[in-house]
């Protein structure tokens, strides 16, 4: 693909709309959404055949305070907590007026999904995601990015919002601090221009352009890109070209627990639960409770870029309402047995480290790594799985105003009528791959995607 490019408007287009939206992942789903609700005249573009983008790779769980569904359980939380949570893990990095906003957008974003759009939200209430202070991750049945995705689209059809797929933006049409479209490259190569009155750039991050992720995250560049490979960095390098300030673009989400080699995504309760990483040696050899963001780093420099997660029934038990465990577990990549040496052998670890590994945890209190305990001890029958790091999405992107979702220019003040949301906006997640904190990815998407849909 040409490298995307800012050229003046042509004399005319070939179709006219109110609201263009770039993406249809979920940002650019519920952007879709709310324009219609505002009675704005939308129209969706997606690049792929179908709607997917980051999202069908993810839990599909959104971090949201103050729900019913968070009533419903007894969870007292609120905006400003969840907003001291962001900024506690990205060691106060973040925009504050970013976070806030996206702290009291989140929940009446969830309700409203819920009950406007009837998506069967439920509330994950049986395991803590690091960082949180609250259980506030909201998800689907299956809990997998999938079905929000699919969820999300059959929305857009029964309202007949226009989505139209197979269509990807290759060029802007500027003047000053106006876009007044973009032109389209089809399937078989050939262009179509349409014109608006407001572009929502929904076209998510740079993970899936190595060259980009080299420039500006040069320590994950060895990872396995676990993202969507339509992340190819045209938000950012659009910004470039119109004068757009962008910030934090050494930010990502990367994990340390996809399955190797079968690439499939282990849920970080198999760790929050009770469990722990070990090399290829059998030793533990980091503080797992740090997340699983980190953790893509500190597998990655182990042997082989290799490691072993240890857990056991019980906690395989909570993991099994995720589809993607499931997956594994059919795949045969999660091994089982009723003893550590059986395991061992099973796994090809040293059957003495291992057994030193588990043996050294205590029930309370904190490790020599400072992991603090208090979860049960881990019991017969025992569970592994090979694991490795990845680089799931890139967290920087166009730096945008809060209030509005419109992007902000190096010369001052915003674009007239040029928005950004999710992967295409700079998010919450500070400047590198700690300040991630779960969930922060779709909170991005939705509650950006929603301000800027609502215009």
Not at 266 to 280: D, S
Not at 318 to 324: P, V
Not at 412 to 441: E, Q, R
Request: glycine share 12%.
């Amino acid at each position: 693909m040409a490298t995307p490019d800012v050229t003046a408007p042509p004399d005319s287009f070939d179709l006219e709309v109110q609201t263009l939206i770039i993406g249809a992942g979920a940002c650019g789903l519920v952007a879709a959404l709310a324009a219609h609700e505002a009675c704005q005249d939308v129209l969706l573009i997606e690049a792929d055949a179908v709607p997917s983008g980051s999202t069908a790779l993810s839990a599909g769980l959104i971090p949201a305070p103050g729900t019913r569904f968070q009533s419903d359980a007894d969870i007292d939380d609120t905006p400003d907590l969840f907003a001291q949570d962001i900024q506690a893990k990205a060691h106060g990095e973040n925009d504050d007026d970013l976070v806030q906003v996206m702290a009291d957008t989140a929940g009446p974003v969830i309700d409203w999904l819920a009950d406007t759009h009837a998506l069967p939200f439920s509330l994950v209430t049986d395991f803590d995601y690091p960082g949180h202070s609250r259980r506030r991750m909201h998800g689907l049945p299956s809990r997998s990015g999938r079905e929000l995705i699919d969820a999300l689209r059959t929305r857009v059809e029964a309202l007949d919002i226009p989505l139209i797929c197979d269509r990807r933006a290759t060029r802007l049409f500027a003047q000053g601090s106006w876009l007044a479209g973009a032109q389209l490259t089809l399937p078989d190569g050939g262009t179509e221009t349409v014109g608006c009155d407001r572009l929502i750039l929904a076209c998510n991050g740079f993970g899936g352009n190595r060259a980009m992720v080299s420039e500006h995250m040069a320590e994950i560049d060895n990872a396995v890109w676990f993202g969507h490979d339509g992340n190819r960095g045209e938000a950012v390098q659009w910004g470039d070209a119109l004068g757009a300030k962008t910030r934090h673009l050494g930010a990502y989400q990367g994990h340390g627990n996809v399955a190797h080699p079968h690439g499939i995504l282990i849920t970080w309760a198999t760790v929050t639960e009770g469990g722990v990483q070990v090399n290829a040696q059998g030793n533990r050899f980091w503080n797992e409770a740090q997340g699983y963001s980190e953790a893509a780093r500190a597998v990655l420099a182990q042997p082989d870029g290799i490691a072993w997660v240890i857990f056991d029934a019980r906690i395989a038990d909570i993991a099994r309402q995720f589809e993607d465990f499931k997956n594994a577990e059919s795949q045969g990549a999660v091994f089982r047995d009723e003893t550590l040496v059986g395991l061992a052998r099973k796994t090809g670890l040293p059957s003495d480290a291992l057994r030193n590994a588990i043996s050294d945890i205590p029930t309370d209190g904190r490790d020599a790594f400072g992991r603090q305990w208090g979860t049960p001890a881990l019991s017969p029958p025992f569970c592994a799985v090979r694991v490795t790091g990845a680089l799931f999405h890139t967290q920087g992107g166009l730096e945008v105003d809060p209030s509005t979702a419109k992007v902000r220019m190096t010369s001052g003040g915003t674009f007239d009528n040029l928005y950004a949301a999710g992967g295409a906006a700079c998010g919450v997640s500070g400047k590198g791959d700690s300040g991630y904190l779960s969930g922060n990815g779709l909170l991005a998407a939705v509650t950006l995607g929603f301000i800027a849909g609502r215009g």
